[in-house]
């Protein structure tokens, strides 16, 4: 118990400092800045009232642990500046994408776990017959393709050629739960790498568990198949998925930028690749915090279920 | 933190793999790679000049894959394009193992604690934060050109790397031999180099493989999300990207280069597994006593 707890600890301690090292990088970020960050901001219209403009929003005038200071402060309050380009404060940048990405995020999550399981297990359960080497393939083969790539070949099939589904999100605005057909291919799109890599993982713990003394003695007092295969063995092939879970969570944020971009849904990532473009650097400076904290939290609580999972597999902190 | 960014467990065993040799394998790996490969490697030779710009997303007219966004000759561009996505690919996963490398060992083989916490430690930070949101960050900042973004995909990468190569190499470390080398007075560079180094190299192998795959899906993503590239590059991410809007009228401009990153993608992860799978067929009868039987996750005949 005192194991548990230390390691615990210790993996909060990680957690903290990792939390304060995604405030910090993100605010080196103007730091990083050639020159001066105003004139490189002003960068195509660089008048000098602009620049004089930015530099006060900037607060650039004064040294930059004040700077610090105060935004970090301002952090822990929930302000989190505003818009260079705007005017409008970045927290209503951060509701507007807010909905939209959430749901499209807990759809993929919700559907992640069975889909991945009922695939690892139905080409466990076929080892080495054509089911299973059909799963195999295809995972190993889709794991590796860009969400790009995969979603704009399936919008051409499903969109263009049969038009069976929206091509994108364009002229549904925010209100996407009210439309379910828009978000099958993002969903799709987002779910296609997470699911290959813990189809597989579940596929070979499944396998493993099955061909042990413990499956078969099971079997050898007459314990039905599916029993064995839901109560026993399950639970210990989930051990290596579940540490596949942390890297899991990167690639949803990830995904996610890349299916808003793709698909034009006006979620985080859309927001975020919109001030990217613009070099609107608090804005950019706000996301990068929501989805720097989003990771750091989640991957924290992926550790924890990937511990209580496999409590005697090593899991760093 | 637990598992490094392209799926393998620290240990460096490669769960993504399927442990059977099939014969045909190969063949199907390669085949799939080999259209994109080629055209990436050889389509600059065969590109020639630039013709007369038509008009945007037409069909026919001497343009048998049709024109761009800009009225370019789409087959041009596809030719042009495989090049900078497989090279920065490769310059990236190079540049990684070129800062991990020296990483991994030093801090595998140092017996101060302080200095292996030093080295180690700040990589766990930075693994926290999402590999294409670093990348964002900085680009959002510099606007880096395809140098840029090679290092950049590199930096996210060494810290997975670096922790592999650390790993292996401090199991390798703990062996009597270095013990022996060490009491024979033989030079830090040659246990490090000449055995350390030589008996991670396997493990290294593959994770360089693994690597190049999620190196590979991050350029090019990077890419199509504008990242170290000109608007109108041509590259085949870019090219999705910017003839998506035509998609309606000309699907071959989009079409065309989606699969051909499909391809490459697809054709390196299945060569990465055939190998690995023969590979590990080719060690097995050989198999150190140390190595744990069924080191592939999955059982085979």
Known sequence: MTGLRQWLLRRLLLGTGQLVAVVLLVFALTEALPGDAAVALAGDQPDPERIAALRTAMHLDRPAYERLADWAAGLLHGDFGTSLVSGRPVSSYLADGFGPTVLLAALTVVLLVPVAGGLGVLAARHEGRFTDRLISSVTLAVYAVPEFALGILLVTVFALRLGWLPPTAVGYGADLPAHPAVLVLPVLVLLSRPVCSLARLVRAGMIDALAAPYAAQARRYGIPGARIRYAHALPNALAPAAQQLARTVDWLLCGVIVVEALFVIPGLGTVLMNAVAERDVPVIQGLAIVFGLTAVVLNLGADVVAHRFAPRALVAA | ?301
Do not use: C
């Open chain 2, 1 to 301: 933190m637990t598992t490094p960014a392209t799926g393998a467990p620290p240990t460096g065993a490669p769960p993504l793999v399927t442990a059977r040799a099939r014969p045909g394998r190969f063949a199907v790996a390669l085949l799939i790679i080999g259209v994109p490969l080629v055209l990436a490697l050889l389509g600059p030779l065969f590109a020639g000049e630039a013709g007369p710009r038509a008009a945007s997303f037409t069909l026919g007219g001497g343009h048998w894959a049709g024109t761009d966004f800009v009225g370019r000759d789409v087959w041009r561009q596809v030719l042009l394009g495989g090049r900078p996505v497989v090279v920065t690919a490769l310059a990236a996963t190079a540049l990684a193992y070129a800062v991990a490398l020296p990483l991994g060992l030093i801090s595998a083989l140092t017996h101060r604690t302080w200095l292996e916490e030093l080295l180690m430690r700040p990589l766990d930070v930075v693994l926290a934060v999402p590999s294409l949101l670093l990348i964002l960050l900085v680009a959002a900042v510099l606007a880096p050109g395809p140098m840029g973004l090679a290092l950049l995909v590199a930096l996210v990468n060494i810290p997975d790397a670096a922790r592999i190569i650390r790993a292996t190499a401090a199991e390798a470390a703990s062996r009597p031999a270095v013990e022996a080398l060490r009491m024979q007075g033989e030079t830090w560079w040659r246990m490090a180099v000449g055995y350390v180094g030589r008996s991670a190299l396997r493990t290294l192998a593959t994770d360089a493989g693994v690597r190049l795959t999620g190196v590979l899906y991050l350029v090019a993503t990077a890419a199509f999300l504008g990242v170290g590239v000109e608007p109108d590059a041509a590259d085949w991410a870019v090219m999705v990207d910017r003839n998506r809007t035509g998609l309606f009228v000309q699907p071959w401009a989009v079409v065309v280069p989606a699969l051909l990153i499909v391809g490459l993608t697809v054709g390196v992860n299945l060569l990465v597994d055939a190998a690995l799978a023969t590979r590990e067929r080719r060690v097995r009868p050989g198999r150190k006593p140390g190595e744990k039987p069924g080191e592939m996750g999955e059982s085979s005949p």
